[in-house]
Every structure is written in C-alpha cells, then in structure tokens.
C-alpha cells in the first residue's frame, strides 16, 4: 500500500497511509460542504419569511440596541470625566480638608476637621521627597467689572505660581504669574478666556485694569481656553497671587487646597503615604484613628464615578437580560412552528440520506443566524441612536468595539441556545410518519 508524506509532519508523515490521507480530506470536504448546505438552507428560511423573522427578532433587536447605546453613554462619560473632570495633572494628586464625600453623615463628621493651613502647606513642601513641587490655591467667587460691563459670578482664585504648571495652564496672552508677583502681594491678574469674550472682545487685555469685589487688578496674562464640564464654563476665572488673596480676600475659614506633584505615576501611592505621615505627625492624630483630611487623586475620583454609573450598567444589563430571554422565547416557538410546517421536508431529508446530527445542526444553525441577523439589526440601529444622540445632545458617546463583539457573541449565542429543542424535536421525527404529513 502507498504513503503520502505530511507537509508539517517531518519524517514522520512518510509513514501514514495514502488512504488516511484521503479520508481525511473527504471528512473535512464533507463537512465544509454540510456547513455551507446548512447555511444556505437557513437563509432560503429567513428569506421566505420575511415579516416573519423580523417579528421574530424584536426582543433581540431591541436587547442588542439597548446594551449597544447604554455602553456607549456610559464609555462617553467615563472618558469626559477623566479628561474633563479627573484629570488633576501629571502624576497629580490633592490634600484637602474633605476628600470625597458620599453620605450626608461623613459630611458633618467632616465639618469638624482642622481647616488645611499655610504652615501645613510650607511644612509639606519643605519636608516632601517624593513630590517634585506643590501649589496650594484658595478660591471665592464675585462679580467683576471692566468699565461699564459687568460679568457675575467670576471664580476669584489665589494661586502660587507653579499652579499653573502642574495643572498645564500656558497663557495664550501675555505671561502666568512669577514668584515676584507672590512676594510682593502685587495686584496683578490672569484671566480666562470668558472676561476676553465679555470684556475684550477688540481690545488687547494685556495692561487694562479690571475690578472685582471693591479690588483692582491689572491684567498680565490669558490663560489658553479650558473648555466646559457638564455644562459648565471653567473658563471663567481670575487668577491672582496667593498672597494677595490672603491679604484681600481672605477669612478665618479659609482652608487651602494643595496639589502635589510625584516624581513619576509609579511613585504616587509612595508620595501619598509621605504627605499622609507628615500631616498625622504635625496634627497629633492617634495611629488607630482616620485621617483628618482627604487625599484624592484621578484614580479615587473615577473610582467614584464608576460606582455611579454601574448602577446604570446594571440596569442596563437587567434590561437587555429581560429582552434577550422573550426574544429566545419567541424564537423557540417560531422554530416548533416551522418544525411542524416543515415535516414533510425533514421526512425527505431523514429519506435521502440525512441523518438526525444533520437535521439538528440544520434547525440550530438556522435559529442562530436569526437570531445574528437581529444582533446586526440591533447594532445598526444602536449606532443610528449613537449617532442621533451625539447630534442632537451634548451628551458625550463612544461606542467600544467590544460592546458590538460582545453583543453579536451572546444574540448569536442565545438563538443557539433557544434552537436546541426545536432541533432536537425535528431530528426525533419518524421519517415515514414525516413523508406522510401533508406539504
């Protein structure tokens, strides 16, 4: 008897039979050719019923769109608040007197905590080997004016001047505030690109004198436009020295906001620890006792936002849970009808040669490709909605790729799955009572 050799085998293949070899070959065109054969079938099924399968198909639609246009809220939204919300810098994090606040209770208790002071802040800064620089700011708000234009409710700021730095705030105008603009309590300004639009529309700003509260300040610089969060401006501020706001703004329940700067992100959690230490030492607090202020940083604030909107995910997948199931319901009981209709065809099918896995991966191929053809309905429209949403809204949307593979994967799965009684039934037909049913 001949051999043939294997490719990929090595010397081994010369020793296999022809005749294996070509048995396998006919396996394996045997079975594209079923798969192709079935395939076919099932679609020439879904073509002759058209209103039919579409009917069919709603809860899976409707599940698949659901699941589509929630993740993507949902990814939009995590993505603007990083950018927008959460992002505090480069390898940044905050020291304040609060932190996070989520209940009404951890509010009060936290009404009691000593009020984040200059001393702290220097004794920090001086101290600190794991932070590469720090900057504290205090903020109030007030109405500003420019000649006869008033502007209300402007967020007045006293920074240090490296604030601007570790937030990456360049001036589009003119210049950021110095360390000379801090010793000397000068009455200078930068200011955001809303006091440009309300006030200097066609006028150079740079020099002018602009007043808010019963206090002047002489522009040197423009900040490059921040954009908006939720609606908000953030661009509608005037930064002046820290100093300054002390000497002029300043109350007895101030509490400064410091931002810190690591070496690396790696060294954050490092840092974090450091300034933690160095406060619990400088305020006395027992080693069982919390802290008596708050440590945020990108991770804790979208650790946060997380927990809310996984409430909305979950709905979300309750939703899509509750479609997906009366969608394979319906296709169960869509595929048992069109197993009786069919009765005749099986008998000659099962008469032909067919056996009962042919009969099975007949019906369950056929139910899983209905139910792939409503994941794609699903998707399509999901991202028309997307589409709609983005145009018609603020709302921020981005549809991940993995909610589409994800969303194709389980409808196809649950038509499959929904499929295996009816094709069980259908391959359990007697083939002689099957060719007596009428056509």
């Given at each position: 008897?001949?051999?043939?050799?294997?490719e990929?085998?090595?010397?081994?293949?010369?020793?296999?039979?022809?005749?294996?070899?070509?048995?396998?070959?006919?396996?394996?065109?045997?079975?594209?050719?079923?798969v192709?054969?079935?395939?076919?079938?099932?679609?020439?099924?879904?073509?002759?019923?058209?209103?039919?399968?579409?009917?069919?198909?709603?809860?899976?639609?409707?599940?698949?769109?659901?699941?589509?246009?929630?993740?993507?809220?949902?990814?939009?939204?995590?993505?603007?608040?990083?950018?927008?919300?959460?992002?505090?810098?480069?390898?940044?994090?905050?020291?304040?007197r609060?932190?996070?606040i989520?209940?009404?209770?951890?509010?009060?208790?936290?009404?009691?905590?000593?009020?984040?002071?200059?001393?702290?802040?220097?004794?920090?800064k001086?101290?600190?080997?794991?932070?590469?620089?720090?900057?504290?700011?205090?903020?109030?708000?007030?109405?500003?004016?420019?000649?006869?234009?008033?502007l209300?409710?402007?967020?007045?700021?006293?920074?240090?001047p490296?604030?601007?730095?570790?937030?990456?705030?360049?001036?589009?105008?003119?210049?950021?505030?110095?360390?000379?603009?801090?010793?000397?309590?000068?009455?200078?300004?930068?200011?955001?690109?809303?006091?440009?639009?309300?006030?200097?529309?066609?006028?150079?700003?740079?020099?002018?004198?602009?007043?808010?509260?019963?206090?002047s300040?002489?522009?040197v610089?423009?900040?490059?436009?921040?954009?908006?969060?939720?609606?908000?401006?953030?661009?509608?501020?005037?930064?002046?020295?820290?100093?300054?706001?002390?000497?002029?703004?300043?109350?007895?329940?101030?509490?400064?906001?410091?931002?810190?700067?690591?070496?690396?992100?790696?060294?954050?959690?490092?840092?974090?620890?450091?300034?933690?230490?160095?406060?619990?030492?400088?305020?006395?607090?027992?080693?069982?006792?919390?802290?008596?202020?708050?440590?945020?940083?990108?991770?804790?604030?979208?650790?946060?936002?997380?927990?809310?909107?996984?409430?909305?995910?979950?709905?979300?997948?309750?939703?899509?849970?509750?479609?997906?199931?009366?969608?394979?319901?319906?296709?169960?009981?869509?595929?048992?009808?069109?197993?009786?209709?069919?009765?005749?065809e099986?008998?000659?099918?099962r008469?032909?040669?067919?056996?009962?896995?042919?009969?099975?991966?007949?019906?369950?191929?056929?139910?899983?490709?209905?139910?792939?053809?409503?994941?794609?309905?699903?998707?399509?429209?999901?991202?028309?909605?997307?589409?709609?949403?983005?145009?018609?809204?603020?709302?921020?949307?981005?549809?991940?790729?993995?909610?589409?593979?994800?969303?194709?994967?389980?409808?196809?799965?649950?038509?499959?799955?929904?499929?295996?009684?009816?094709?069980?039934?259908?391959?359990?037909?007697?083939?002689?009572?099957?060719?007596?049913a009428?056509g």
């Amino acid at each position: 008897m001949g051999v043939a050799p294997i490719e990929g085998l090595g010397g081994l293949g010369r020793f296999l039979p022809r005749a294996s070899v070509n048995s396998r070959t006919k396996d394996l065109r045997g079975t594209l050719v079923t798969v192709i054969e079935t395939l076919k079938l099932a679609l020439d099924a879904l073509r002759a019923h058209k209103l039919r399968s579409f009917l069919t198909l709603l809860g899976v639609i409707l599940a698949v769109t659901t699941l589509i246009a929630v993740m993507s809220v949902v990814a939009g939204m995590n993505f603007y608040v990083a950018d927008k919300v959460a992002n505090l810098g480069a390898n940044v994090y905050v020291v304040d007197r609060f932190g996070i606040i989520t209940s009404d209770d951890e509010w009060v208790k936290a009404q009691k905590r000593p009020l984040i002071t200059n001393e702290e802040f220097q004794e920090l800064k001086t101290e600190m080997r794991t932070a590469t620089q720090l900057a504290a700011l205090l903020d109030s708000n007030s109405d500003v004016r420019y000649g006869n234009d008033l502007l209300e409710n402007v967020t007045i700021t006293g920074i240090t001047p490296n604030y601007t730095e570790i937030r990456s705030l360049n001036a589009a105008l003119g210049r950021n505030l110095t360390e000379a603009d801090e010793t000397h309590h000068s009455p200078v300004a930068v200011i955001g690109t809303d006091l440009v639009k309300k006030f200097f529309s066609n006028v150079d700003p740079i020099g002018k004198t602009i007043r808010a509260g019963t206090h002047s300040y002489q522009v040197v610089g423009v900040t490059e436009t921040i954009g908006s969060a939720f609606g908000q401006s953030r661009d509608n501020f005037i930064f002046i020295p820290l100093g300054t706001y002390m000497k002029e703004w300043g109350t007895q329940r101030d509490s400064l906001l410091i931002f810190v700067q690591a070496g690396a992100a790696e060294m954050i959690p490092a840092s974090e620890d450091e300034a933690r230490m160095l406060l619990r030492a400088r305020r006395h607090v027992p080693f069982s006792a919390k802290d008596n202020f708050g440590i945020l940083g990108s991770d804790s604030i979208m650790a946060l936002w997380n927990s809310i909107t996984g409430s909305l995910a979950n709905v979300a997948v309750g939703l899509t849970a509750v479609f997906l199931v009366v969608g394979g319901i319906v296709i169960m009981n869509i595929m048992l009808a069109s197993v009786t209709e069919r009765t005749r065809e099986i008998g000659i099918r099962r008469a032909l040669g067919a056996r009962k896995k042919h009969i099975i991966l007949q019906f369950m191929t056929e139910s899983a490709l209905l139910a792939a053809v409503g994941g794609v309905l699903g998707i399509t429209l999901a991202y028309s909605i997307v589409a709609l949403g983005r145009a018609l809204t603020s709302i921020p949307m981005r549809t991940p790729i993995s909610a589409v593979i994800i969303s194709l994967a389980v409808s196809t799965g649950v038509g499959f799955f929904f499929g295996i009684y009816p094709a069980t039934r259908a391959a359990k037909l007697d083939p002689i009572e099957a060719l007596r049913a009428d056509g």
